[in-house]
């Protein structure tokens, strides 16, 4: 089972660009069709701190980004997050990668449907 497809992930802005943030680590192999994948990297200074988006964090893992845009990242691998570049609003709704695609993509997408916000 692809964990990315069911898990609800918060919603975020990173770069102007809506995207799913979550606090588990999403092998890049169980991304859910048409979303992007990226990890959220501490800096040196401040740990709990994100500093870079990078394609693999690896041991300064804060969190994945899905994005539906696919990000430029330089020549090391990596976009440095400066201030105001990310986004965490505590009160974002959860989406499944499904409910987020067709938030973003679907013409008829209602935003007081009932299954929008839902937690299982």
Known sequence: MER??????????????????????????????????????????????????TADAGEKFLGTVLSPVKTHLTSDGQR????????LDIEAGEYTPAEFEEKYLSPNYDPQAERYGKTD
């Open 80 to 87: 440095e997050i400066e201030p105001g570049d990310l986004f």
């Open 4 to 53: 990315s497809s069911h898990e609800r992930m918060r919603e975020i802005e990173i770069f102007g660009i809506p995207a799913l943030f979550s606090p588990n680590r999403i092998k890049e192999k169980d991304v859910y069709p048409g979303l992007h994948h990226y990890e959220i990297m501490s800096g040196p200074v401040f740990p709990d701190s994100p500093r870079h988006l």
